[in-house]
Every structure is written in C-alpha cells, then in structure tokens.
C-alpha cells in the first residue's frame, strides 16, 4: 500500500537532499515480474532446499542436477519483464550522480530496466564460468541445448553466481561496501535481509550516517532498525518516491 503523504514527502526530501544514494534489492523486486523469491510463499527454498543446489558441494556432487534447476530458473527469468520497480530504479539512477545500485537478485531484471551502474553481488546467472579453464561467458539464451553445457575445452562451466559457502566477488563486493559507507540515503528494496555478508551493508550504512528506508511487503530483521519501514511493493512505493522527487 502507499504510505501517508507526510512520510512520502519526508523520503523525497532525503533523496533530494541526499549526493550518494546506494540501493540495495533482493528477489522481491523481481516478485511481480513472476520470478519466486526465495523464501516467500512459493519461494524456490520451499521446493528445493539451498543446502541441494545452491552450493559447490551441490555442483560436485551432481552437475546435471544442478544445471536441470538453473536451466528451469534461466527459462522462467527469460519470459520476465522488468517492472515498474525496476523501471523506477533506473529513472533515478538517471537524476542521482551519486548513485549505485547494489544486487543480490542474478536475474539482470535491472540491465534490462535501464540501470547500468549495478554491483551484482551474487553473480549473474547468465554467466558461464568453465571448472576446468576458468574461462567466462554471457550465454543469454533460455534454455541450453545439453545438459549440463560444454565449454570448448570439454570442461563443465557453472553459473556464473555465488553459491552458500563461496566468497562474494572481491572487487564488486570492496565497490559495494564503498557505497554503503558513503551513501546518505540507502533504500533496502525487497530482500529479507536474512543473507549475509550482504544484509550487513544496512548496518554499515546507518553507522555510517545514512538514512535508511525499507522498501517490503512483510517485516524483516532491519525493519525495527530503519528510520523508516514502508510495508509496500516495490513497484508501488518506487514510483511514488519518484513523483514530483
Ligand atoms: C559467505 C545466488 C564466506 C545463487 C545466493 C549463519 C549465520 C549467518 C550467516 C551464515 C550462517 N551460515 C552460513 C552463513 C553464510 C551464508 C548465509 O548468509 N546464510 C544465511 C541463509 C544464514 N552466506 C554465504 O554463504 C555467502 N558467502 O558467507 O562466504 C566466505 C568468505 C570468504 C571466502 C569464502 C567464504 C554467500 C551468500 C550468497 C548465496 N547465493 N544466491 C542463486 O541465486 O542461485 S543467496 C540467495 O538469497 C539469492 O541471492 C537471494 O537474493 C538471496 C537473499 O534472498 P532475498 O533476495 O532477500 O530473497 P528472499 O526470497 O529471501 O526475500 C524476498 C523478500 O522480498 C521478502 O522479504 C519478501 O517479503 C519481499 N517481497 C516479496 N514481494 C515483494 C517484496 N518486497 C517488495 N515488493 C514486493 N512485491
Ligand atoms: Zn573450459
């Protein structure tokens, strides 16, 4: 739901007022483009359980598995549009020099949406690294023709995204870390703030001085710690930040 105009009005004017504005989005943004969260109803935790397929061990242990999800994933996500959520994040991307767009989400709703400066903090899942040469590549294509896919050097590449256990990719992570410490605004948009090291970049940037206003449909862990919960979906309350902003 919308909030009250007061409180609306009191965003816009941190947003106005803020030169670094840092935004931090998980699987709830990509909701209402039909994409499951994680953890929601619904989510992709329910029907699988991350410890089976969102882990090296996983991976190892059987590829075909593991590629048989993220193929599924791959194809749902190519039939997604970006919405107004997204759509929105962009537009102020365009108004706010100082901005950055941090992601947990592998989907690149937000490329398609219009953002550019993204710190995809948990990869891409249309990335493609090979386990045996290390070599990387975007495959856009919705499902693969073989399973699990070949690289030229006959190794089997991975997605290209972070798994449970595996550390976030240094120099994103170190871009991602700047923005929270130097943000004066910081919008946490549709994540259940439960993954970490990424959900400590709340923290970070309250104590480092930043207004902090979360953006979701249900309570989370920060949501006592923001200075301000709008229990909203994104692609409502997005825009409506950016009336008259
Ligand atoms: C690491 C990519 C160390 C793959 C993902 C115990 C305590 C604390 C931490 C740990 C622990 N045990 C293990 C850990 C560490 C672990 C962790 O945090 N586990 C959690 C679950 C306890 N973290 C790690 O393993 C990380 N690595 O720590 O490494 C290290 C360091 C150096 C060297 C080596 C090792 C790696 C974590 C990354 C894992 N990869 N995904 C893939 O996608 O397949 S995690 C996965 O969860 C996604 O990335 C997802 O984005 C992320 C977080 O979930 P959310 O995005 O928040 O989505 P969720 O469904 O949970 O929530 C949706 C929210 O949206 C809800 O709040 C809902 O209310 C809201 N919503 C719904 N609709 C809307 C909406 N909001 C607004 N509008 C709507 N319409
Ligand atoms: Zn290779």
């Known amino acids: 739901m919308a909030i009250d105009e007061a409180s609306a009005a009191m965003v816009r004017e941190w947003l106005t007022a803020a030169a670094s504005v840092a935004v931090l989005t998980g699987a709830g943004i990509s909701a209402e483009s039909g994409i499951p969260t994680f953890r929601g109803p619904g989510g992709l935790w329910r029907t699988y359980r991350a410890e089976d397929l969102a882990t090296p061990q996983a991976f190892a242990r059987d590829p075909q598995l ?6 599924w994933r791959r194809a749902n996500i190519a039939t997604a549009q970006p919405n107004a959520g997204h759509l929105a994040l962009a537009e102020l991307e365009r108004r706010v020099p100082g901005f950055t767009l941090i992601t947990q989400n ?10 550019r400066r993204i710190q995809k ?29 070949r690289c030229g ?18 120099d994103i992570w170190t871009a991602a870390v700047e923005a929270a410490r130097t943000a004066e ?61």
Not at 106 to 115: E, K, M, N
Not at 122 to 145: F, V
Not at 153 to 170: A, D, T
Request: hydrophobic share 45%.
């Open 121 to 149: 903090i948990h990869g891409d899942i249309w990335t493609l690294r090979c386990t045996a040469c290390g070599c990387e590549w975007r495959d856009p294509r919705p499902s693969l023709p073989e399973l699990p896919p």
């Open 66 to 71: 593991s590629w048989e999800w993220y193929d």
């Open 153 to 170: 050097c006959g190794g089997i590449p991975r997605p290209g995204v972070v798994w449970f256990g595996e550390g976030l990719p240094e």
């Open 106 to 115: 592998v989907d690149g709703l937000h490329d398609r949406a219009g953002s």
């Open 185 to 245: 605004l910081m919008l946490v948009v549709g994540t259940s703030a439960l993954v970490y090291p990424a959900a400590g970049l709340v923290q970070l940037a309250q104590l480092a001085g930043a207004k902090v206003v979360e953006i979701n449909v249900a309570k989370t862990p920060v949501s006592a710690l923001v200075d301000l919960s709008w229990r909203a979906s994104a692609s409502i309350a997005l825009p409506q930040l950016l009336q008259s902003a």
